[in-house]
Structures are given as structure tokens and as C-alpha cells.
């Protein structure tokens, strides 16, 4: 969610952006699929003159490259590729067209945040995985840069000239320089994990908004899902942790979290729960926003999701049924195995077991096992590869069908 100098507000939900004015009444819904975007990551940004800024992938990632994200590691990748027509793009929403913001294509398939000037239409970007903060003119020239000090920041703004980022990976908020000659200096560094956060498990802190005289923070848990909103004070003293529903996911595993100020209210978005929250500047929630066509998209998203659940919990009783089952037979078949004793012939008997013509085959049993297992493995980790860059994109769903899959086949291969 984004809301621009004029007041209006944008809600992107998968490759639909919805507009709406000041007022909240509904303005207009773009298909960003036509511009190459099937789903809006890491954030966007809007220029004084209505543009925005936003992201078009520059590759599909590839397997390893899911699994470093899943897995939160550095990303070494160059950020300019001369690849590809993506990056980072200036686009007019009037008629969808865009341009390249920089010289370069900007890889930036990874999470980000950005945050746009008014004053001066510079734009500030957390590269998260570079452990990066950066500073761009209007045109997309980088003018500033750092990378010591950060440990993958997040959401960051201007406040008082001072540049302010979320430190996640060192629980921290970190207040910054936002001049060019000394940017992203160090001016203070405040510790936003309550002992309430800790006991909730809820330690990164990832976005941050400014409310009327007060901070709203998301800390959310480790895998950067679930999570809570905690109030503080201009000093960043700790006051309270908002009253959220139970489980709730702003993220939902795919759609970036954000705090938003609208219409003298705070919006914070959980699309697992299929609400987008509202509370007013003294943490008291009010209606749900839902406006159409809002409403009923997030109702719809809301029956998908239970009936990914469903099917999960059919999965895995399924599953379990099948792994007893197997076992049984295969210990009734065990149980069931005689030795048959074939009577010898007398030409058998007087075999000359010692004639040099007759070669006596000993299967390796050793050899054999060593096959099974190799087999096994090389089935496990292509399936648990192919159920990584499924369940990053998409849902649990595939991870659970997969892996029952994989075990169920490494069962059969050796049992039978």
C-alpha cells in the first residue's frame, strides 16, 4: 500500500493495482500484467507528477537462486545486469507505459523498499539482500551508496531531514544521514524489541510509520510471516502492542507488508486473513477497509485459502493412512516369506562344481543397497528443490504434495 502527495491511495494485490481518491472512493484498477508484471514485489514509489515507480523483474529466478531467498542469504548477484528489459521502471499509469528509471537494468528480484523525495525528487532504496541503502536522483542516477552498518534493512523514510530504516536483522531502527556527502551515516540506532516481542517471538522489525506524535512498528517472526504492530513514542520508548486478530499474517508469504496513513486513519494490510485493517491514531480499530472491488477480492482470496487448508488436511491424513498401511503389508509380507526347499536330482548331485566352465554369480548386496540410497536421494532433492521454488511463489500446498510424493516413493522403492 502506497499513498501519494495528493492523499490517494494505492493497494496492489497481485498484478491488479487499485487507486483510490482522498475521500476513499474508488478511482481506477490497472492490469500490471501488461507492462510484464504478474506480481508487485518488493515496493513502489510515485513521483510529484503521478508517476511510478515499481519493479519488472529482469529474470525468472532460478532454483538456487529461491533457495538463497528461502534461506535469507547475501545476495553476491551484480546489481546493473545489460540484460533483459526489466528493472527498475518509471512508469504512466494513464496509458501503462514505461521506461527504464537508470542507465542499467536494476536486479532487484529480491526484497527492497523505496521512498520517494517530494522535496527534492531524490528516491531512497534498501537493496534488502545487498545489505545496502542507496540514493538516486530523478533520473536514476545513483548518487550515494552504503553497505557497512546494515544487516537487510527494510522500509525506510525521511523524518526531520534524518533518513530512518528498519535495521531486521539487527532489531534495530537505525536513524541515518540523508545527505549525499555523508549519507547513511550513523546519527542513533534505537532498539525496537520490547520484552512483549521477545515473548511473542516477534524480533525483526521490518515496516515503520510515523503517526500523529507517535511510531508504529511491524516486528514480525522468524520466517518473516506472522507478526505484530508495536506503538512507541517520538523517543522510541515502547507503549503497547496493537490488538491484531490471532495468526495475522500481513505478509502472506508473497504480498509485502505495509503500514499506510490514509484518510486520518492507519491501514494495515493482512491478505491472509482477507482484511485490510483500520484503526484510528489511538490504536483503536474501526471498520474493516473493504470498499469495492477491494471487498470482494480479499473475500475470494479468504475461500481459496481455506480450501488450499482442506486440502492440506486431506493430504495429510491421506498420507498417514498410506504410510500405515504400507507398513502393515510390508511386515504381513515379511512375516508371510517361507523357504522352499527344491528337491537335487542326482545329475545335481554329482555336478562337478569345480569345472572351470561353471562361473558362480554372488549378487553384491553392498553395492545394491548403495544404489537404493543413491537413487532415493537423487528422487528427494529434486523433488525438494522443485518443492522450494513452488512454495516461495506460491503456497504450502505443493510443499506438502511433493513431500508426501518423495516419501512415499522412497517407501514403494524399498519395500517392494
Not at 11 to 30: M, S, T, V, W
Request: net charge negative.
Amino acid at each position: 500500500m502506497r499513498v501519494n502527495s495528493a492523499g490517494e491511495l494505492y493497494i496492489g494485490i497481485g498484478h491488479q493495482l487499485y487507486r483510490f481518491g482522498a475521500a476513499q472512493e474508488f478511482i481506477a484498477e490497472y492490469n500490471l500484467s501488461k507492462i510484464g508484471i504478474e506480481q508487485i514485489g518488493g515496493d513502489i514509489a510515485f513521483f510529484t507528477n503521478g508517476d511510478m515507480l515499481i519493479y519488472r523483474p529482469v529474470s525468472k529466478p532460478s532454483v538456487l537462486q529461491n533457495i538463497a531467498t528461502y534461506l535469507r542469504l547475501t545476495n553476491d548477484r551484480p546489481l546493473e545486469v545489460a540484460v533483459g528489459d526489466g528493472g527498475l521502471m518509471r512508469c504512466q499509469l494513464g496509458g501503462l507505459q514505461c521506461q527504464r528509471f537508470s542507465e542499467a537494468a536494476l536486479d532487484l528480484g529480491r526484497a527492497f523498499s523505496l521512498y520517494f523525495d517530494e522535496k527534492t525528487d531524490e528516491v531512497y532504496l534498501s537493496d534488502t539482500s545487498r545489505h545496502t541503502v542507496r540514493k538516486f536522483n530523478s533520473e536514476g542516477q545513483q548518487l550515494a551508496s552504503r553497505s557497512d552498518g546494515f544487516r537487510f534493512p527494510n522500509r525506510l523514510l525521511l523524518k526531520d531531514e534524518q533518513l530512518v530504516v528498519a535495521d531486521t536483522n539487527h532489531h534495530t531502527v537505525h536513524m541515518v544521514s540523508s545527505k549525499t556527502e555523508t549519507f547513511a551515516e550513523t546519527l542513533d540506532q534505537m532498539n525496537v524489541i520490547p520484552y512483549e516481542a521477545r515473548q511473542q517471538k516477534e524480533i525483526w522489525p521490518y515496516a515503520l510509520l510515523p503517526v500523529a506524535d507517535k511510531w508504529w512498528l511491524t516486528n514480525l517472526e522468524t520466517d518473516m510471516s506472522y507478526g505484530g504492530v508495536y506503538i512507541f513514542d517520538q523517543e522510541w520508548s515502547y507503549l503497547w502492542r496493537l490488538d491484531l486478530p490471532d495468526h495475522a499474517d500481513p505478509l502472506d508469504h508473497a504480498d509485502p507488508l505495509d503500514l499506510a496513513d490514509y484518510n486520518s486513519r492507519v491501514l494495515i494490510n493482512d491478505y491472509y486473513q482477507g482484511a485490510i485493517y483500520q484503526f484510528d491514531y489511538f490504536g483503536e480499530r474501526l471498520e474493516d477497509f473493504a470498499p469495492a472491488p477491494i471487498g470482494a477480492l480479499l473475500q475470494t482470496r479468504m475461500a481459496r485459502r481455506e480450501q488450499y487448508q482442506q486440502i492440506e488436511t486431506y493430504l495429510g491424513w491421506s498420507f498417514a493412512a498410506f504410510l500405515t498401511i504400507a507398513f502393515v503389508v510390508a511386515f504381513l509380507l515379511t512375516g508371510r516369506q517361507k523357504v522352499v526347499q527344491k528337491p537335487i536330482s542326482a545329475a545335481e548331485q554329482q555336478l562337478d562344481v569345480s569345472a572351470p566352465d561353471i562361473v558362480w554369480l554372488q549378487p553384491n548386496t553392498n553395492t545394491i543397497r548403495r544404489l537404493k540410497w543413491l537413487g532415493g536421494v537423487v528422487v528427494l532433492l529434486i523433488l525438494t528443490a522443485l518443492a522450494l521454488t513452488l512454495v516461495i511463489d506460491k503456497s504450502r500446498f505443493y510443499l506438502i504434495t511433493l513431500a508426501g510424493l518423495a516419501t512415499g516413493f522412497l517407501l514403494l522403492f524399498f519395500v517392494l
